[in-house]
C-alpha cells in the first residue's frame, strides 16, 4: 500500500490550496479516505474523512472551507481548503485504514497572516 500525497505549499491567509492523494495497492473505491494534519507541538487531528459511499464529514475547525472528494478512476482523494487561516499550517496526511493504518510521507502547508 503506498499513499501518495502532494499540493501544499505557502500561502497567504484567505487564499487556497488543493491536495491530492495517489493511491496504491489496495482496492481504492472500496475503502474510505481520510485527511488528517499535524500542526508542530500538537497531536495528529482528523480534518476530512470520505467513505466509499461518498458520504463526507469534517472538523469543525474546517467546515464550509474545506471539501474532500474522491476520483475512484484515478485512485485519488483532494482536499480542497480555501479561506485558509494562519491555524491551518500543518503538515496534511492522507490515511486509509485498512487491517492497519497506512499513511502518506506528508505536505506541508504553511499560511502566512
Known amino acids: 500500500v503506498q499513499l501518495q500525497a502532494s499540493g501544499g505549499g505557502l500561502v497567504q491567509a484567505g487564499g487556497s490550496l488543493r491536495l491530492s492523494c495517489i493511491a496504491s495497492?489496495?482496492?481504492?473505491?472500496?475503502?474510505?479516505m481520510d485527511w488528517y494534519r499535524q500542526a508542530p507541538g500538537k497531536q495528529r487531528e482528523l480534518v476530512a474523512r470520505?467513505?466509499?459511499?461518498?458520504?463526507?464529514n469534517y472538523a469543525d475547525s474546517v467546515k464550509g472551507r474545506f471539501t474532500i472528494s474522491r476520483e475512484n478512476a484515478k485512485n485519488t482523494v483532494y482536499l480542497q481548503m480555501n479561506s485558509l487561516k494562519p491555524e491551518d499550517t500543518a503538515v496534511y496526511y492522507c490515511h486509509v485504514r485498512l487491517l492497519r493504518d497506512y499513511w502518506g510521507q506528508g505536505t506541508q502547508v504553511t499560511v502566512s497572516s
Open positions: 495497492g489496495f482496492i481504492f473505491s472500496d475503502n474510505g
Open positions: 470520505i467513505t466509499s459511499g461518498i458520504r463526507t
